[in-house]
């Protein structure tokens, strides 16, 4: 009866203490990478990376990753990315890094390009984006995530795509029903505040250098382009963002450096993960929904 109690308590011990670690310090050893196709017609191939730990079983929040790259390059595979998608991996999230159509490639994202392009390359990259995602859902027999927790997440124009994606732009890829978990946005911006209400509003963290001289940290045109270029499009970034959520009492997380420059579009997912974590944890999986996070620090 003693050895059949103590077996029950240390059992119930184990339990305790992986509820209490999982998704927040590394449970796995191994990770699986997978590559899926996720679309492919009229000779477009597009492709996105699986990582997942190998003993995990349970239903995991999926976070999807879209790389910068002014829509023009980047690539879903950079050593920085597999590394972070692997220590996600390992603390039991699943993670999707995500291929999309690199519309202004040989085009580029500047002052030069017209307003309308680079909100098309914005858009269509987002649909690429919802495509995937509904690859996934469709396939969840195979990729095991847990449909009401999906959070994005990208850099730079992966950052302007996801927020997007939750915050302007619409489609009619996903079911009607869907709503996203969370985003992450690392030095991104969108086309409008508007759409920013009670019912839209969803855990948001943001990452942005005050100097960013590309993608503005507050309300600036993009790149800082003149009103008589023909690429002038105004653009609310981390800081506007985090205002709006504010206003609407809604969970955000606003980590801002001080003097920063584009760079932290890419710094976050190596120095600052352990807020990510933070993020994910108490703000997606916990669903601390009324939690508002402002950090400041200063550049180097």
Not at 42 to 50: A, H, I, R, S
Not at 184 to 189: C, E, K, R, T, V
Request: a positive charge; charged letters at 20%.
């Amino acid at each position: 009866m003693l050895r059949r109690f103590l077996t029950i308590l240390l059992f119930n011990t184990i339990k305790i203490s992986i509820a209490q670690t999982l998704y927040k310090t590394p449970l796995y050893s191994e990770v699986n990478k997978t590559t899926h196709t996720y679309f492919s017609k009229n000779n477009k191939t597009l492709q996105l990376d699986y990582y997942r730990a190998e003993k995990s079983q349970q239903l995991a929040p999926l976070v999807v990753y879209v790389h910068g790259g002014g829509f023009s390059g980047g690539k879903r595979d950079e050593v920085e990315f597999v590394n972070f998608a692997t220590k996600l991996a390992k603390r039991g999230y699943a993670v999707a890094s995500v291929s999309y159509q690199l519309t202004m490639k040989g085009i580029g994202f500047g002052c030069n390009v017209s307003a309308d392009k680079k909100v098309d390359a914005i858009n269509t990259a987002s649909n690429d984006v919802n495509v995937a995602v509904n690859y996934i859902l469709e396939n969840n027999g195979k990729f095991k995530i847990e449909p009401t927790k999906i959070i994005l997440s990208g850099s730079s124009a992966g950052a302007e795509t996801v927020l997007n994606m939750v915050y302007t732009y619409k489609d009619s890829v996903l079911p009607p029903d869907f709503s996203y978990a969370g985003v992450i946005g690392m030095a991104g911006a969108i086309t409008s505040l508007s759409n920013i209400n009670e019912h839209s509003a969803i855990p948001t963290q943001l990452f942005h250098g005050t100097g960013d001289r590309l993608v503005p940290y507050n309300i600036a045109p993009h790149h800082y382009c003149t009103p008589d270029s023909k690429g002038y499009l105004t653009l609310y970034g981390s800081k506007a963002i985090a205002k709006r959520l504010s206003g609407l009492g809604t969970s955000y997380y606003l980590y801002t450096v001080e003097g920063g420059s584009h760079d932290w579009a890419s710094l976050p997912i190596t120095q600052c993960f352990d807020e990510i974590i933070d993020f994910l944890f108490n703000d997606i999986v916990m669903e601390k929904s009324k939690r508002q996070t402002i950090r400041t620090i200063t550049s180097n």
